[in-house]
């Protein structure tokens, strides 16, 4: 019903900067909560960003002040901009959505991962 595709991922070196973008296509209403999150091997999922749909925002303390998390709410599409890349970062990034189709659907998605692989 509703299709998150993710772009922009690739090997960037240490201090390098890295924009992944989301848009999300189907069945959609209007999206309220739109975030970023990633899964290095061996590690859970974390949060990295989030933004509602009026642009407020919310990053976890490892990005602060990196990165930055906007989206075009025309195109249903969020962008993570990455500055300042670190190893550590590395992961695969995966973009969620939730999404309102009308009625009663109101429903999380996600997308299928871009990978994001920083040299030191």
């Known amino acids: 019903q509703v299709q998150l595709v993710e772009s922009g991922g690739g090997l960037v070196q240490a201090g390098g900067s890295l924009r992944v973008s989301c848009a999300a296509s189907g069945s959609i209403f209007s999206i309220n909560l739109m975030g970023w999150y990633r899964q290095a091997p061996g590690k859970q999922r974390e949060l990295v960003a989030l933004?509602?749909?009026?642009?407020?925002?919310n990053y976890a303390d490892s990005v602060k002040g990196r990165f930055t998390i906007s989206r075009d709410n025309a195109k249903n599409t969020v962008y993570l901009q990455m500055n300042s890349l670190k190893p550590e970062d590395t992961a695969v990034y995966y973009c969620n959505a939730n999404v309102y189709g009308g009625g009663t659907s109101f429903n999380d998605y996600w997308g299928q991962g871009t990978q994001v692989t920083v040299s030191s």
């Open positions: 933004i509602t749909s009026g642009g407020s925002t």
